[in-house]
């Protein structure tokens, strides 16, 4: 009878779903580690007590106020901790106005680490912060290395107030890092699916900061890494948005972020590459802002449309940067309420960025006129293939000639015939791309077109082409298309 109980309470004990004996960790500044932290009312003192502490499961609430690296320790760090899959540790905050002061953090350590074979780690500053608004965010993590060196000595061995090396299964989201030597590093061997997602990354106090370094540093050995939602902000001089340059990392995508105001957006070579998809970078010193290896799908030289950022984030900012950023120019200021003067990088600045407004619609009749003219020029391509409208369908045909009148193209073994009027703008301007690669003119008054027509793809692929062929005029063409 007694074995049959034992078996009883076995077979019970296995059948409890995994993650009933979770516990939860309160922190605050004002805590003791002499307390069980398992209750507000009773919360340890440090952040790096309640993560030894944790499990599989568990989570760490952080209450509201300014927590410290504990002294004598060189950073905040989940070393060789393991969550797992379904049970994570999370590390999350019980309400708004919590700021982790990383000041005591050791250069080189990283000021907020997950490190060693840690496997399924959560970071979640909570809330639905909006990444145009930094005072949005329930967590801010700031001042990891900042003052301890000078100019572009800090681009070597950085403290970034996150930092993932030799991990796996790694969130990070809706968390703000500023006023840092660097935003977030990703690297080393085994750092493998990692997301990090609507954080707020602003490195420097201001454009062109010489104490600050890159937004995200993607190193050797990282693979699956998603970056998503996510706001970079005042690299430093000589930083980037995005870095990627170590080579053996791959399968590194952005995206729908936003990189403004740095030197580059996006550095990536010796590696996999970065894939850019649908993307926002505006205000970037170095055009195009890309070097290297990389792969576009979507990219965007303006800022964002208010209705698309107030969806980033349903906190109470949110609204207000989507009704500022609709803002007409000229309105009278009753309609245009003025952003509040507060610190570098406040809302007011992210208002500032989002009212940015669409250029008015261009009208680009002398572009298409040059290109008609252009194209006679072209002479036989050898049956090179065009898109064009035949009997009202988009058909694949090949070049033939030009002259005054239109184009001749061979359409399933008949030369045939189309006039310049019955072929579309964006039609001639993909048949200049396609029919006159090497010439500036010709894809300036293409990319002209791709601009008038709102045509993003289509403005991409000639305005890339065109920084190849003229870098100057590759410029003007962005210029124009920015309204400046």
């Given at each position: ?7 009883a309470l ?6 409890i ?9 309160y ?7 002499s307390?069980p ?8 003192l ?5 993560i ?21 320790d060189?950073?905040i760090?989940?070393?060789g901790?393991k ?27 990283g ?5 060693d ?24 993590l ?10 572009d ?30 935003g ?24 062109h ?13 990282a693979?699956d ?5 996510t706001?970079i902000r005042?690299?430093?001089d ?11 990392d ?13 030197q580059?957006a ?14 926002w ?21 303006t ?30 200021s ?7 003067k ?7 600045e ?15 009749s002398d ?9 006679q ?26 002259g005054?009148t239109?184009v ?8 045939m ?8 703008s964006?039609d ?5 791309y396609t029919?006159?690669?090497?010439d500036q ?5 293409a990319?002209?077109?791709a ?13 890339n ?20």
């Amino acid at each position: 009878m007694r074995k049959t109980f034992i078996l009883a309470l076995s077979v019970l004990w296995l059948a409890i779903p995994h993650g009933v004996f979770a516990e939860s960790y309160y922190v605050s500044p004002s805590g003791a580690d002499s307390n069980p932290g398992t209750s507000p009312s009773q919360p340890i003192l440090w952040i790096q007590t309640a993560i030894n502490k944790s499990k599989a499961g568990d989570t760490i609430f952080l209450l509201p106020g300014t927590h410290k690296v504990k002294p004598g320790d060189k950073n905040i760090t989940f070393s060789g901790k393991k969550g797992k899959e379904g049970a994570p540790i999370t590390l999350t905050t019980a309400g708004a106005g919590v700021l982790v002061d990383l000041s005591g953090a050791e250069v080189g350590w990283g000021g907020f680490r997950i490190s060693d074979g840690s496997e399924w780690i959560v970071v979640d500053g909570g809330g639905d912060p909006n990444p145009f608004d930094e005072f949005s965010y329930h967590l801010t993590l700031m001042n990891a290395g900042y003052e301890s060196a000078t100019g572009d000595g800090r681009s070597g061995i950085v403290c970034r107030p996150v930092t993932i090396q030799g991990a796996a299964h790694i969130t990070v989201r809706n968390l703000f890092g500023k006023r840092s030597m660097g935003g977030m590093g990703i690297f080393g061997q085994a750092t493998r699916n990692i997301l990090v997602e609507k954080c707020r990354l602003q490195p420097g106090e201001h454009a062109h900061d010489g104490g600050a370094s890159h937004g995200i540093y993607v190193g050797a050995g990282a693979d699956d890494v998603l970056i998503k939602h996510t706001f970079i902000r005042w690299g430093g001089d000589g930083r980037l948005g995005v870095q990627n340059n170590h080579g053996g990392d791959k399968n590194v995508v952005l995206e729908e972020c936003f990189i403004t105001e740095c030197q580059g957006a996006i550095k990536a070579f010796n590696g996999g590459g970065v894939k850019v998809k649908n993307c926002w970078f505006w205000n970037i010193d170095e055009k195009p802002g890309l070097q290297g290896n990389y792969a576009v799908d979507g990219l965007i030289r303006t800022p964002p449309a208010p209705d698309f950022i107030a969806k980033l984030g349903t906190a109470a900012a949110a609204s207000s940067v989507a009704k500022d950023a609709s803002a007409k120019p000229g309105a009278s200021s009753s309609a245009q309420p003025s952003a509040p003067k507060t610190a570098a990088g406040s809302l007011g600045e992210g208002r500032a960025l989002a009212a940015a407004q669409t250029p008015p619609q261009l009208d680009a009749s002398d572009s298409v006129a040059a290109l008609q003219k252009l194209i006679q020029t072209a002479g036989t391509k050898n049956g090179l293939k065009l898109k064009l409208k035949i009997f009202g369908s988009l058909e694949d045909v090949g070049f033939v000639s030009a002259g005054p009148t239109g184009v001749k193209v061979d359409f399933k073994g008949n030369t045939m015939p189309v006039r310049w009027k019955d072929i579309e703008s964006q039609d001639l301007a993909q048949a200049a791309y396609t029919l006159m690669t090497d010439d500036q003119e010709a894809l300036f008054n293409a990319g002209r077109i791709a601009v008038a027509d709102r045509n993003e793809p289509l403005y991409e692929k000639i305005f890339n082409r065109l920084m190849e062929v003229s870098s100057a005029r590759g410029m003007s063409l962005d210029d124009l298309k920015a309204g400046r």
